[in-house]
């Protein structure tokens, strides 16, 4: 079922479409998680660490296909938003043509780079064979990523939150089922994790393929369509290329925070990476707020309703404060608690400095949200440099208090780098789009 978010009001269409996104989100990252509690508890610290120093490559990775398949939903929420059938079908062939491409091309430079990769992160030798196996097998499923994402990206294009949730759910179970099967019973260490998350990833993207085929006539492309056009193709790039990179420098950013890390030892490694899941999943609410914002912008864009873009960032900076004050609060308060669920033995010392993370990082919530809610309604203005420009800010930030705050602080200078990089990343975003707006409303 189609959603037209150019009618309606503002804020109970963006919260209506956020829900089904964070309730997705959230068992995303809890299957992410239970790949490190089943790791952590039956393969132990180092294990765990080996899982946990891959975090920073992977979101380079995913993050690059997350950016570019989203920059392509923009586009398709935009024709969607017009009315323009023919065009939603033509760029929708065109993306279809530029992930395959692309996620070929991945495959190969990836997993050709993988050793330099791992040496360049500083990866501790006692983990240096696990970190490549569990990396390996997820390099080799890049094309398995493209594909969900963009099939999902299809649907949220159109307004439909709640199919890719339901799809999602199904795929956590089956990872779960999986993680244990693999890593319990067939021996086969972190690399059994990486299996069930793929395996997972491919039955979200067969159930995607099949509910399209069944329910989105407007989604059917012709032989014609699947021709992919230069001019598609260009246009899908200059949105998808842009946030791409956005993602892909962010991560360039978080792999010199890693690599800082790494010096530090596996027990420093193993706590930081826990508790970072833990803050993935608490924050969840502000990337969905951002994937709702990109699609309700696209097709009000679309529409030239840009009256209603303003009224939904409006709408959104309350849910963001709202979200950022509860979330940062139970993090603070608990987190603690949930440290422990990665902890296997004498695990005193990861538990303590995972907490360290957790609450430094909980204070900055409200501008890691205020990151989300401009950055992804620039994107569905059709702007992918000035977000991209943000993760250039995030990047410098980042870098900077590993340079001037590891040295005297070690450890706790480390945990400041992501805080550092949140308000970092508002500098150009929040300017931009008053001033965008102001342009065009």
């Known amino acids: 079922m189609t959603n037209d978010m150019s009618k309606g009001n503002p ?36 294990a765990l660490a080996a899982v946990g120093s891959t975090g920073s490559v992977v979101f380079l990775v995913w993050g690059l296909v997350t950016g570019l398949t989203s920059g392509f939903s923009v586009i398709l929420a935009q024709q969607f938003g017009s009315g323009d059938k023919k065009g939603l079908c033509r760029y929708e062939g065109a993306s279809v043509w530029l992930c ?21 992160m500083n990866t501790p030798d006692e983990i240096f064979g696990e970190t490549r196996a569990y990396l390996g097998v997820l390099f080799a499923g890049i094309l398995i990523t493209f594909a969900y994402n963009m099939l999902a990206g299809m649907l949220r294009a159109l307004g439909d939150s709640k ?17 244990i099967v693999f890593i319990l019973y ?58 791409g990179l956005q993602f892909s420098i962010t991560a360039i950013g978080t792999m010199i925070v890693q690599a800082a890390l790494n010096g530090l030892g ?66 603070y308060l608990f987190g603690p608690y949930m440290m422990k669920i990665f902890a296997s033995g004498d695990s005193g010392q990861m538990i303590e400095y995972g907490v360290e993370y957790l609450k430094i990082s909980a204070w900055f919530y409200p501008p890691l949200s205020l990151i989300f809610l401009y950055r992804n309604t620039l994107q569905g203005l059709g702007d992918g440099l000035v977000p991209m420009l943000g993760g250039v800010f995030e990047l410098a930030a980042r870098f900077g208090a590993i340079l001037v705050l590891a040295e005297p602080f070690g450890y706790t200078g480390i945990c400041f780098s992501d805080p550092a990089a949140w308000v970092m990343a508002l500098i150009p975003l929040v300017p931009v789009y008053y001033w965008r707006i102001k342009k065009i409303a």
């Open 186 to 243: 067939c021996n086969t260490g972190v690399a059994g994790a990486a299996y069930a998350t793929l395996i997972a990833q491919a039955v979200s993207a067969l159930l995607c393929v099949r509910h399209i085929a069944k329910k989105y006539e407007i989604l059917k492309i012709s032989r014609q369509d699947i021709q992919c056009s230069v001019s598609s193709a260009k246009k899908l790039l200059n949105v998808g290329i842009p946030m």
């Open 163 to 179: 199919t890719p949730l339901l799809f999602l759910v199904i795929a956590s179970i089956l990872n779960i089922v999986l993680d």
């Open 100 to 120: 395959a491409v692309i996620g070929i091309l991945m495959t190969a430079v990836l997993m050709l780079g993988l050793n330099p990769i791992l040496r360049l």
């Open 266 to 331: 596996p027990v420093y490694i193993a706590g930081f990476s826990a508790a970072g899941k833990i803050g993935n999943i608490a924050t969840q609410p502000f990337p969905s707020l951002g994937v709702a914002m990109a699609t309700y912008t696209g097709q009000n864009m679309g529409a030239r309703r840009f009256d209603r873009v303003k009224k939904g960032v409006s709408a959104g900076f309350a849910v963001c404060m709202v979200c950022s004050v509860i979330t940062g609060a139970a993090v």
């Open 11 to 46: 804020a109970r269409l963006i919260v209506s479409f956020m829900l089904p996104v964070l309730a997705g989100n959230i068992f995303q990252q809890f299957y992410n998680v239970v790949d490190s509690v089943i790791v952590g508890q039956f393969l132990g610290v180092n």
